[in-house]
């Protein structure tokens, strides 16, 4: 649901653009102010589902969720919408990380690699639908409908979480820590929206700048206040187990070149190469449907090589074809963007799935539900400053809007974030050689 949501989303922009006569590099604060929800309320989903139990903690984000959508559905102004985002991003912050909470406390580290490659064809199925049924509705119906498609997807998880989902929680449960969700909660919202307001006329340098030192600043008094606080939202301790410092470190570099895509993408092909939106999800798909191959070359390739030496090459393989839209032009045949699409989908799902295991390969049981939210909440900061930053760069290239038409002028934007998600292979370059080898089976002794 939330990944059709997103997906299909990224397809329509530009035509919800024109449709308040705004700037598509502006409209991307309806995508980021999805992830400023998300940062804001992670922190706190795993105690959440400790505290209330997994299954009505799920239940309730899949309320709020939908309640968004039919809020965006309804939306009259681009303010509206960002509202409806904002509703949607606060349940979204609940199911993903109480997803993962529920998996881990449900199977052996052992089974960790090959359970987590199954859970995400469900959520690699949502961007392969979602541009296509995005564009296929912002092509022939009215972009209103891209956010009524989730009621379905929201009736049918409501009732799959109540038969299926268990209501688990810990025997021991820690106390809340408001303070501190309060400090990084602020803090982390406000570098988000000053990120956001970069490059657009809403707000004065100034503002953004001491928006985000005023952010960085309070995320600073979190980190010395929160080291003898048992009950730390945020568990910074965790950045002592060297596998998860650097699967987070690695992964935060590798999502914000990724995170990029999904706004550039759609752009590009509708704008620079002038596709209509069903055609242009119908090409953004092949990213998606590639990763689904991930799934049974994943576990294999981690078995064989080890997480060190799959994560290292990867990394470098997958920052070049994020790269790749870079030479789109418009006689590039559709079945090379495809074919390079697609290869992009699968080596960038290995790697998602190698650093979404191996963050939690040395953690022990009763940090899983901490752990799960600090993963939560780093991945979806990078993916938010990912967007930013290729905003940014389109912005600085293009100058005038009308320098959209020219597909030159996104060149920039997909060699610098493909040159962010290359730099992911520096932290992975400081693992042990038998990093996760309990998760992979990888004897690298053999």
């Known amino acids: 649901m939330e990944h059709v949501d ?11 653009a024109e449709h308040f006569n705004r700037s598509p590099i502006d409209m991307r604060v309806i995508l980021t102010a999805y992830l400023l929800a998300l940062a804001v309320t992670l922190p706190i989903s795993g105690w959440m589902a ?10 309730l984000a899949v309320v709020l969720f939908i309640a968004g959508s039919i809020f965006c559905g309804f939306a009259t102004s681009v303010t509206a919408i960002v509202i409806g985002r904002i509703v949607e991003g606060i349940g979204g912050a609940m199911m993903v990380p109480v997803g993962r909470l529920i998996i881990l406390r449900a199977l052996p580290k052992s089974e960790l690699v090959n359970a987590f490659a199954w859970v995400t064809i469900p959520g690699l199925l949502g961007p392969i639908i979602g541009p296509i049924l995005g564009g ?27 038969l299926y989902i268990p209501d688990s929680r810990p025997a021991e449960r820690r106390g809340f820590d408001f303070l501190g969700f309060v400090t990084i909660g602020l803090g982390l919202a406000l570098i988000v929206a ?20 005023s952010g960085a600043a309070l995320l600073a008094l979190y980190a010395i206040t929160s080291r003898n606080r048992a009950n730390a939202v945020i568990d910074l301790k965790l950045f002592r187990i060297r596998s998860f410092s650097c699967a987070a470190i690695g992964g935060t570099l590798f999502r914000m070149g990724n995170g990029a895509v999904p706004f550039l993408l759609p752009t590009l092909l509708q704008l620079g190469l002038g596709m209509s939106a069903f055609k242009a999800g ?54 090379f963007m495809v074919g390079c699409l ?13 650093s979404n295991t191996l963050s939690y390969a040395d953690v022990d049981t009763a940090r899983m539900s901490r752990a799960t939210s600090v993963v939560a909440v780093i991945q979806q900061l990078a993916a ?5 930053v290729g905003a940014l760069a389109l912005h600085y290239t293009v100058g005038d809007t009308s320098n959209l038409s020219n597909p030159v002028s996104f060149a920039p934007a997909f060699l610098l974030i493909g040159c962010i998600a290359a730099l992911a292979f520096i932290p992975y370059l400081f693992l042990e050689r038998d990093a996760g080898h309990e998760l992979s089976g990888h004897n690298s002794r053999k």
């Open 6 to 16: 997103t997906s299909a989303l990224a397809v329509a922009l530009p035509t919800i």
């Open 50 to 59: 400790d505290r209330f139990g997994a299954r009505t903690i799920f239940r």
């Open 136 to 162: 296929f509705i912002t092509t022939y119906f009215d972009w209103h409908w891209v956010f009524w498609i989730n009621v379905p997807f929201a009736v049918f998880s409501f009732i799959l979480v109540t």
């Open 194 to 213: 000053s990120s956001t307001a970069l490059g657009s006329s809403a707000l004065h340098e100034t503002i953004i700048l001491a928006m985000f030192f």
């Open 282 to 335: 119908s090409i953004s798909f092949s990213a998606a449907a590639g990763a689904l191959a991930m799934k049974f070359v994943a576990p294999w390739l981690l078995r064989k090589l080890g997480y060190r030496t799959v994560l290292i090459c990867n990394s470098v393989i997958s920052a070049g074809l994020i790269a790749s839209p870079a030479i789109f032009r418009d006689w590039t045949p559709v079945w």
């Open 342 to 354: 697609l290869m992009s989908g699968f080596f960038r799902s290995v790697n998602f799935t190698a």
């Open 384 to 388: 938010g400053f990912g967007i930013t």
